[in-house]
């Protein structure tokens, strides 16, 4: 079965940049797309088709892929951006996947 | 506004079967790809099922957990898409959302435990 692979964990002081890398053999033939989520709430879509912002998403999150990495930038953190972050892609079939989310904590 | 709302989540007994709703206002569903997402308490999103719009051919595909027992399908005259569960196992207990990946719904609880 198809893998994206994401960090557990990533801690940043607010103002830094945060970085939060996906892993995955396929991405260099398939959109990569990123969700943040907060505790009892639904998924929030904030970058897809790798580098485009949904509006209504601050500019301070964007996204970037190379290769089999994709990336997914928080420049300039913010208190309120402590989150699950998940990203999600697609096999080579176009079966749909995510991967195990990243834990944004913001110090 | 787009706004997709699921009902239909509750207690099942494993073997047992439900039916997941999702309405949208403010979209044609017809014409949207959507899907079926779910989340196990505490951990991460897995997709579950896709139907493709209409315009593009209205196909039909599934995760490989839950082939050959959940089906999905789209009532175009009343905007809502289905999601039919059967042969429920207790690894199926999840919030299950009905979602574009730009829109979500608020999600529904499924429970499957004796």
């Known amino acids: 079965s198809y893998e994206l692979t994401q960090p557990p964990s990533v801690a940043v002081s607010p103002g830094q940049t945060a970085r939060i890398t996906c892993s995955g053999d396929a991405l260099p033939n398939q959109y990569t797309y990123w969700y943040q989520q907060k505790p009892g709430q639904a998924p929030l879509l904030v970058i897809y088709?790798?580098?485009e912002r949904p509006s209504g998403i601050p500019e301070r999150f964007s996204g970037s892929s190379s290769g089999t990495i994709a990336t997914l930038t928080i420049s300039g953190v913010q208190a309120e951006d402590d989150a699950d972050y998940y990203c999600q892609s697609a096999d080579t079939t176009d079966s749909i996947f995510f991967g195990g989310g990243t834990k944004l904590t913001v110090l | 506004e787009v706004q997709l709302v699921e009902s239909g989540g509750g207690l099942v007994k494993p073997g047992g079967s439900l039916r997941l709703s999702c309405t949208g206002t403010?979209?044609?569903?017809?014409?949207?790809?959507m899907s079926w997402v779910r989340q196990a308490p505490g951990k991460g999103l897995e997709w579950v099922a896709r139907?493709?719009?209409?315009?593009?051919?209205?196909?039909?595909d599934y995760a490989a957990p839950v082939k050959g027992r959940f089906s999905a399908w789209r009532d175009d005259s009343k905007n809502t898409l289905y999601l039919q569960m059967n042969s429920l196992k207790t690894e199926d207990t999840a919030v299950y959302y009905c979602?574009?990946?730009?829109?979500w719904g608020q999600g529904a609880l499924v429970t499957v435990s004796s």
């Open positions: 088709r790798d580098t």
């Open positions: 403010g979209v044609s569903l017809s014409n949207v790809w």
């Open positions: 979602t574009s990946f730009f829109n």
């Open positions: 139907i493709i719009s209409r315009p593009d051919g209205g196909a039909r």
